[in-house]
């Protein structure tokens, strides 16, 4: 059974940092383009970082790039994203999403605040 875990949500004050964590299971993770996506309430769910299986290549929306990174450790099965000099506008749930030809699995999402 898949699993992927988020965690490192929490509150931040406007220009601070956090860092989340995904720990997969269960699955071939080295397979997997792994993202993370957010979503506040009354929006979409949006795409904020992907990371190829190789860790080769990166994406990133337009509003998070240059302050938010997104890594992978394939042996220990685990993806992280650091969020920097945070906005309130990037206060959502944030969910971590593994892709991998037809099979798709998120994550129950993890809680970030911006507030000051």
């Known amino acids: 059974q898949v699993q992927l875990v988020e965690s490192g949500g929490g509150l931040v004050e406007p220009g601070g940092s956090l860092r989340l964590s995904c720990a997969a299971s269960?699955?071939?993770?080295?397979?997997?383009?792994m993202s993370w996506y957010r979503q506040a309430p009354g929006k979409e769910r949006e795409l904020v970082a992907r990371?190829?299986?190789?860790?080769?290549?990166?994406n990133f929306a337009d509003s998070v790039k240059g302050r938010f990174t997104i890594s992978r450790d394939n042996a220990k099965k685990m993806v992280n994203l650091q969020m920097n000099s945070l906005k309130f506008e990037d206060a959502a749930v944030y969910f971590c999403n593994a892709a991998y030809r037809t099979r798709n699995y998120w994550g129950q999402g993890t809680q970030v605040t911006v507030s000051s």
């Open positions: 990371i190829s299986s190789t860790g080769g290549n990166t």
């Open positions: 269960g699955l071939t993770f080295s397979d997997y383009a």
